[in-house]
Structures are given as structure tokens and as C-alpha cells.
């Protein structure tokens, strides 16, 4: 019984950083990513701090980063790899109440991407309706809008394109795809342009160069030219947030949902952190405020991004 008492005193301070009164005015959203291992490596520790999360900060929907199912993604919607690495993990009350908007990462590329999209059929949580797509929101009753861009990065890296390790990412058409994100932000009059992805543009990790210049070439060019306020990623399995010199855009690592890897700072470095864990967004009209908040439930990074009043 002391021992239950001390966690649950422990739990309450370490959520402090980010519980409050949910306003009309803001929508608040969890990001996860780099999930699936059976709720080994801290992953059911980390889903229960989610349901906490969700449950006493009026989260609005889960955004998934990528890497849903390690290691091997899924070959189909009734494969056990659903049940062991996700609907067993994330039972929460308040988690089951949330849509999950997903985009593959590259895991999912090496089984069925297609039973990815398909899920949704089954479950009434699960919402991939497309491999990259948007999704927008009013930030309270006023017209300010925030929008929510998924992109599916693997194919826009050459690396995966190349043999059959990862099916269908050599299919897919890079140019078609960086064109809708180019139109969609051009098009968007949304208060706040948040754009979502599995693998990072900027980051630190020991992961091959080529993935992040493939991505700054293809995807950060546009981010910076088309008005994003703000790119998400998962994939290097740490805490990041990164401002390069010169950018506009915040470029925020968001750690893994189980097993973390070592970080350290680069260039434009702002916070980086070593803990698995999830991130907390809260939206509003004229801010934007983000919480890194780690396996044991310590917000362990706060970051407040402004606009000047519309």
C-alpha cells in the first residue's frame, strides 16, 4: 500500500508541468511514435502516462509519428501483431475515447502499408485515411483555424526506394506527393501550419546523413517557403527541438513511445533529452505551447511558440 501511495504522489508532480483547465479557446493533442514492442522497454509504463495525460488535459486526438508496430509493421488487419503491440498497450479509458491519426514510418514499409490504411475498417480509433493527408480545426469560435498536415516520408528518402525490403516506398511518387504538401500550405489561411512526418529533417542521431539531407532537400525547403510554423517527427527515438539559424520552423523530435537511444546537440540545438517518452501540443490562437514529458511522467521540457494577436 506505501509503495501504491508513492507512485501515485510521484505521478501527480511529475504531470504537473502540463495539467490545466482545458480552454474552449485551444486543442490539445499527444504525439506518439516509435510504439509497438509488446509494452516492453517502458511502452506500457509510457501508454499508461498517456491515458493520465489524456484524461486530465481534454486531449483531443493522438498524433502517430510513424513506427506504430515495430519491427516489422503489419501484413494485414487481423495480423496479432494489432492486438500484442497496440490494442493490449494503449487501454486506457481516455485513450479509447481519442482518434489516432497515423502515418507510417519506415517499419510499417517493410510489411502491409495498405493494412495500415485498412485498420481504420476495424477499429474506431484508428484513422489513416490516406498515406499522407490534413486534417483542420477551429481554435475555439472565432475563425482562427489550425492545421494539421501528415506527409508519409519514407518514400521522399532514396535509401528506401531501392531493392524490396520496404514493399511499395519505391512506387510511390515523390513528386506527386511534394507537390500536394506544397499546395496544401499555400492554400491554408490556418493560424498555425503543423506538419507531421516519421523521419526528421534536422536531428541529431547516427542514422545515415543522407536520410535528413533528403529530407531537408525535399521537404525542409518547402516548410521554410511556405509558411509551417512547426515540423514533428519521431525516428531517432529521443527528445528534440531544434531551431536552425535563419529557420522559421521548429523542428521537434518526438521521443519513442518504448526503447530511447543517446542524444546530443548539433547545430540549432534548443533541448534535447535521452528519455523515451511521449509530447503534449496545446494549441490556441496566438500560442503554441509543447511538453517533452518522459517514462516516468516528468515533463522534463516546456517550450511556448507566439503569434502577435491576429
Not at 482545458?22 to 486543442?27: A, K, T
Amino acid at each position: 500500500m506505501k509503495r501504491i501511495v508513492l507512485w501515485c504522489i510521484f505521478l501527480a508532480i511529475g504531470l504537473a508541468g502540463c495539467k490545466s483547465v482545458q480552454s474552449d479557446n485551444e486543442i490539445t493533442f499527444l504525439v506518439a511514435s516509435d510504439m509497438g514492442r509488446r509494452g516492453v522497454s517502458e511502452q506500457q509504463n509510457i501508454a499508461n502516462f498517456m491515458g493520465r495525460s489524456a484524461q486530465e488535459s481534454g486531449v483531443h486526438f493522438v498524433a502517430v509519428a510513424g513506427d506504430p508496430i515495430h519491427d516489422d509493421g503489419v501484413q494485414s488487419v487481423t495480423d496479432p501483431e494489432w492486438k500484442h503491440k497496440f490494442e493490449e498497450i494503449y487501454t486506457a479509458q481516455s485513450l479509447q475515447r481519442l482518434p489516432f491519426y497515423v502515418v507510417s514510418g519506415n517499419h510499417e514499409y517493410r510489411g502491409s502499408v495498405q493494412s495500415i490504411l485498412d485498420y481504420a475498417r476495424l477499429s474506431e480509433r484508428w484513422s489513416a485515411p490516406a498515406r499522407y493527408y490534413t486534417l483542420e480545426r477551429p481554435l475555439g469560435k472565432g475563425r482562427q483555424k489550425a492545421l494539421w498536415v501528415f506527409i508519409d516520408t519514407t518514400p521522399l528518402i532514396d535509401k528506401y526506394r531501392e531493392g524490396n525490403q520496404y514493399s511499395d516506398a519505391g512506387e510511390q511518387d515523390i513528386e506527386r506527393q511534394l507537390f500536394w504538401l506544397d499546395s496544401v500550405l499555400v492554400a491554408s489561411h490556418s493560424r498555425w501550419k503543423i506538419v507531421i512526418g516519421h523521419h526528421p529533417v534536422y536531428a541529431d542521431t547516427d542514422k545515415p546523413e543522407y536520410e535528413r539531407t533528403d529530407m531537408q532537400e525535399r521537404v525542409g525547403k518547402i516548410l521554410e517557403h511556405r509558411g509551417a510554423d512547426v515540423y514533428i517527427c519521431g525516428h531517432i527515438h529521443n527528445f528534440q527541438h531544434i531551431k536552425p539559424q535563419g529557420s522559421n520552423v521548429h523542428y521537434v523530435v518526438n521521443s519513442s513511445a518504448s526503447q530511447s537511444r543517446v542524444v546530443a546537440p548539433v547545430e540549432g540545438t534548443v533541448f534535447c533529452n535521452a528519455d523515451p517518452g511521449y509530447s503534449l501540443f496545446r494549441v490556441s490562437a496566438d500560442t503554441l505551447r509543447f511538453f517533452f514529458i518522459n517514462h516516468r511522467g516528468e515533463t522534463v521540457y516546456e517550450q511556448t511558440i507566439t503569434k502577435a494577436p491576429f
